[in-house]
């Protein structure tokens, strides 16, 4: 079904730019852990999900540090829209994404080992720019990591909603203004003349 308007089609495009960052925050930390775990040519980090649709395990996801989008929530703050050259558009729409990354390995020492390396490359990467990371989305300028800690409660409902057990894992809160200004929702006509009342005239 094709986009009906400029607001299904920001949304859309919303939805490729966060896959897009997705694969790129993927890329980096399968490069990082290529170098420092020596873990071989084949890519240990995979963007997927734990079950599919028709609730079969993924496959995918078999020996593999499992990244998968768990919440997305819009920053709720005051947003006024912006006016320029007689146009209105829409404010930076200001996300966080709830990234869960969790090590689906047989060995238990080893998923332990690449969750510690997980978290030493946010630790040492915690903001995503174009300067460090040239293939992110030209929409959105800065991606900000946190380390997101869940109380018990929460972990056991997190882990129940995904159908799974517990595994050595980080979640992190990943924030990043979307710039969409592109997208007009109001043209304002320029005043061309002035009509005053006849008695104003006078």
Same mark, same amino acid.
């Given at each position: 079904?094709?986009?009906?308007?400029?607001?299904?089609? +920001?949304?859309?495009?919303?939805?490729?730019?966060?896959?897009? /960052?997705?694969?790129?925050?993927?890329?980096?930390?399968?490069?990082?852990?290529?170098?420092?775990?020596?873990? !071989? &040519?084949?890519? /240990? @980090?995979? $963007?997927?999900? +734990?079950?599919?649709?028709? !609730?079969?395990?993924?496959?995918?996801? %078999?020996?593999?540090? @499992?990244?998968? @989008?768990?919440?997305?929530?819009?920053?709720?703050?005051?947003?006024?829209?912006?006016?320029? *050259? !007689?146009?209105?558009?829409?404010?930076?729409?200001?996300?966080? $994404?709830?990234?869960?990354? %969790? %090590?689906?390995?047989?060995?238990?020492?080893? %998923?332990?080992?690449?969750?510690?390396?997980?978290?030493? +490359?946010?630790?040492?990467?915690?903001?995503?720019?174009?300067?460090?990371?040239?293939? $992110?989305?030209?929409?959105?300028?800065?991606?900000?990591?946190?380390?997101?800690?869940?109380? +018990?409660?929460?972990?056991?409902?997190?882990?129940?909603? /995904?159908?799974?057990?517990?595994?050595?894992? *980080?979640?992190?809160? @990943?924030?990043?203004?979307?710039?969409?200004?592109?997208?007009?929702?109001?043209?304002? &006509?320029?005043?061309?003349?002035?009509? $005053?009342? &006849?008695?104003?005239?006078?």
């Amino acid at each position: 079904m094709e986009p009906h308007s400029d607001w299904d089609k +920001f949304h859309l495009n919303t939805f490729e730019m966060i896959d897009s /960052l997705l694969k790129v925050i993927v890329k980096q930390l399968n490069e990082r852990l290529k170098h420092t775990n020596d873990t !071989g &040519p084949e890519n /240990l @980090v995979e $963007l997927s999900r +734990f079950y599919l649709p028709d !609730g079969q395990f993924n496959e995918q996801c %078999a020996e593999k540090i @499992v990244c998968s @989008v768990v919440n997305i929530e819009e920053e709720r703050q005051l947003k006024n829209n912006r006016t320029s *050259a !007689g146009l209105i558009t829409q404010p930076p729409l200001q996300l966080s $994404l709830y990234v869960l990354f %969790a %090590a689906n390995l047989k060995d238990y020492h080893r %998923a332990l080992k690449m969750t510690s390396s997980v978290l030493s +490359f946010f630790q040492s990467r915690a903001v995503l720019n174009h300067q460090n990371s040239p293939r $992110l989305p030209e929409e959105i300028n800065k991606v900000f990591f946190e380390l997101y800690t869940l109380t +018990f409660e929460q972990i056991n409902h997190l882990w129940g909603s /995904l159908g799974t057990s517990y595994m050595p894992s *980080a979640l992190y809160k @990943v924030r990043l203004i979307i710039d969409n200004e592109n997208m007009i929702l109001e043209e304002i &006509p320029y005043i061309t003349k002035v009509e $005053l009342p &006849p008695d104003a005239e006078q």
